[in-house]
């Protein structure tokens, strides 16, 4: 099932189903293009994963973690799908595409073999990253949590609609950049939902980013990105850079 947060002509904010090429609400239908598709959830935090894949750590040139590198982006990093991002002007600017895993209920201390109960779906996910700012400080407030630093959508799929060898896409402007399978993650999806919890509650709509593959690249103004990910769908959206 994908489940799809938007709003109808009217204005007023639903949560329907989008199959084959409508979204229905109740008794109603409407064309996604007619429509405003807001992001997938509310989180009160993003928890992000670094180094997740062993050759975008290379790409990188960093060294393999040894447990899972977290990092935060807060709620107004969160944009949606088909939105314009205004990028910090004068900064290098990458896409990072990323599964996210989306949190259905309150949870803490959560074994591994226990977390796909408090997993409600997954959706596509850009971690955009200012690198000029990454690289020069310890908290990466400004290199990953500048407004709408995380795009993400169109869906939430259900778990059963992702294989475990999904295969994950990101072009821009029609270029494929990166392009890998979830097969590849280096802690898995039960193991960061047991590390995350051993030290903070996530909330229903929390949203964990599994980290990117290789293949990482800079964005300029007017570009736009695609990350398509088996299963879910393709997340779109512009950028802009003053």
């Not at 204005?11 to 409407?30: H, L, P």
């Not at 295969?167 to 029609?174: A, H, P, S």
Request: hydrophobic share 35%; net charge negative; proline share 8%.
């Amino acid at each position: 099932m994908h489940r799809v947060r938007f709003r109808d002509p009217a204005g007023s904010v639903r949560q329907g189903n989008w199959d084959d090429e409508e979204i229905t609400f109740a008794n109603d239908s409407y064309d996604p293009e007619e429509v405003d598709i807001l992001p997938p959830c509310e989180p009160t935090k993003i928890v992000c994963i670094g180094r997740n894949y062993a050759a975008h750590a290379e790409e990188r040139n960093e060294d393999l973690p040894d447990r899972p590198l977290l990092f935060l982006k807060p709620p107004n990093a969160v944009a949606g799908h088909g939105d314009t991002v205004t990028l910090p002007a004068e900064r290098y600017i990458e896409h990072e595409s990323e599964l996210a895993v989306v949190i259905g209920e309150q949870c803490r201390h959560v074994e591994e073999s226990e977390a796909e109960d408090v997993v409600a779906g997954y959706t596509c996910f850009d971690d955009l990253s200012n690198r000029d700012d990454q690289d020069e400080e310890q908290n990466w407030v400004r290199g990953k949590a500048f407004d709408n630093a995380a795009p993400m959508g169109p869906v939430l799929a259900t778990p059963d609609e992702v294989p475990d060898d999904a295969r994950i896409q990101l072009r821009v402007d029609g270029e494929t950049r990166q392009d890998s399978t979830l097969e590849h993650l280096i802690f898995s999806i039960p193991e960061l939902i047991a590390e995350i919890t051993q030290y903070m509650t996530l909330e229903p709509g929390d949203v964990i980013a599994t980290g990117t593959p290789e293949g990482v690249g800079p964005l300029e103004d007017g570009n736009t990105v695609e990350i398509e990910i088996e299963g879910i769908g393709t997340l779109e959206h512009d950028v802009r850079q003053p």
